[in-house]
């Protein structure tokens, strides 16, 4: 099995959000020179997720509305006490959030295409923004 790895990065504007990445995640696989495989698009980041879903506006504002309320950004939680001796940004609810996310994503590659359904994306979910992330994506041929 030979593998092909490659970086993209995202900056993302806003503390939680979601974003649709299918295309950077084409364009490795298209960079990689393989037609049929297998794709694992991952991070190393623990308060981002990626999935895939479909990708209509107003279901992706369901999800930042419900994943909010599911759990708060605001609340107290015991990891945010290091945040708040040191004036940063507390993310216990990022790392919760991405812990109830699927993380990583593999997906089949037959003839250069992503196989996927009819409305299915790769989403990237931003939990402790904004910031600046890398999603690998590694294409198995």
Do not use: C
């Amino acid at each position: 099995m030979e593998l092909h790895t490659q970086e993209f990065q995202i900056d993302s504007d806003e503390r939680l959000e979601v974003r649709v990445i299918t295309p950077e995640v084409q364009a490795a696989v298209e960079e990689s020179g393989v037609t049929d495989g297998m794709v694992l698009v991952s991070t190393g980041h623990t308060t981002i997720a990626i999935s895939t879903n479909e990708a209509e506006e107003r279901l992706l504002q369901d999800f930042l509305e419900k994943y909010a309320r599911l759990v708060p950004p605001d609340d107290w939680y015991f990891h945010d006490q290091h945040h708040l001796d040191t004036d940063s940004q507390r993310n216990a609810y990022g790392h919760i959030l991405s812990s109830m996310v699927k993380r990583p994503v593999l997906l089949v590659l037959q003839d250069g295409e992503l196989d996927m359904g009819t409305f299915e994306e790769v989403l990237f979910f931003e939990f402790d923004g904004p910031r600046e992330r890398g999603i690998d994506v590694t294409v198995m041929e």
